[in-house]
């Protein structure tokens, strides 16, 4: 009964591939996330939605694309793979606002070669 | 600076010793603190939100000073589970918005 759960978990890519990472959650929350946590640990937000509205969207380069087709799903599609874009990709939802307590997926390892 | 600096440690100490990690964080609009710990290969999971009276929930205390921009967490008679990296958080809003800011982490080791 996992309440938010990302495919893959690991992905190992060459460079200027394209790739898609998958997040679920059966929680009924109306806000998804998505994070990118660097090698020297920094988690940082990348993009939010809410009721498949986008809300955030930080500085991040334009090869990153989310789409949530429902409130329960945020997928994230990467074109054009670079080495810098190794790092753990973590899903997250929470119930209608970023200060209520976020739930996070286990993470995707994406590793780019 | 920052938004949100912790020390990053590693902070080695004996099963039952008592410790404390501090933060501190950039921005003074912010309204909502929390610790989050994230077990090693792990997702991040909330510990506890840090209010302004300060709170307590079993061996751990949280406290806010936003004066100082400042937050603690402190762990007393720690057990060896609580070995784990502790991210202190931060909510800031922004026309209208709210995201999580996250600090580096504090790396835990309680050894026997």
């Known amino acids: 009964d996992t309440a938010v759960s990302q495919t893959p978990k690991y992905l190992v890519t060459q460079m200027g591939n394209d790739k898609s990472i998958k997040c679920e959650q059966n929680?009924?929350?109306?806000?998804m996330y998505w994070y990118k946590q660097d090698s020297k640990k920094f988690l940082k937000i990348m993009f939010s939605?809410?009721?498949?509205?986008?809300?955030i969207n930080e500085t991040v380069p334009n090869r990153f694309s989310p789409k949530s087709p429902d409130k329960a799903h945020l997928n994230l599609h990467i074109n054009s793979l670079e080495l810098g874009d190794s790092a753990v990709y973590f899903c997250?939802?929470?119930?209608?606002?970023?200060?209520?307590?976020?739930?996070f997926g286990p993470g995707t390892r994406l590793t780019v070669t | 600076r920052k938004e949100v600096e912790q020390d990053p440690g590693p902070f080695n100490v004996p099963e039952g010793a008592t410790v404390a990690f501090n933060c501190t964080y950039s921005?003074?609009?912010?309204?909502?603190f929390f610790w989050y710990r994230q077990d090693c290969r792990k997702e991040p999971k909330l510990l506890m939100s840090?209010?302004?009276s300060g709170n307590e929930d079993g061996r751990f205390t949280a406290q806010l000073n936003r004066a100082s921009q400042y937050i603690s967490l402190l762990i007393r008679d720690s057990k060896l589970s609580d070995s784990a990296t502790y991210l202190c958080?931060?909510?800031?809003?922004?026309?209208?918005?709210?995201?999580?800011?996250f600090g580096q982490g504090t790396t835990l080791q309680v050894k026997p």
């Open positions: 997250a939802s929470s119930q209608e606002r970023s200060d209520y307590e976020q739930y």
């Open positions: 929680l009924g929350h109306d806000t």
């Open positions: 939605y809410n009721n498949k509205e986008l809300i």
């Open positions: 921005n003074s609009a912010s309204q909502s």
């Open positions: 840090v209010y302004s």
């Open positions: 958080v931060v909510n800031w809003w922004s026309s209208n918005t709210g995201k999580l800011i």
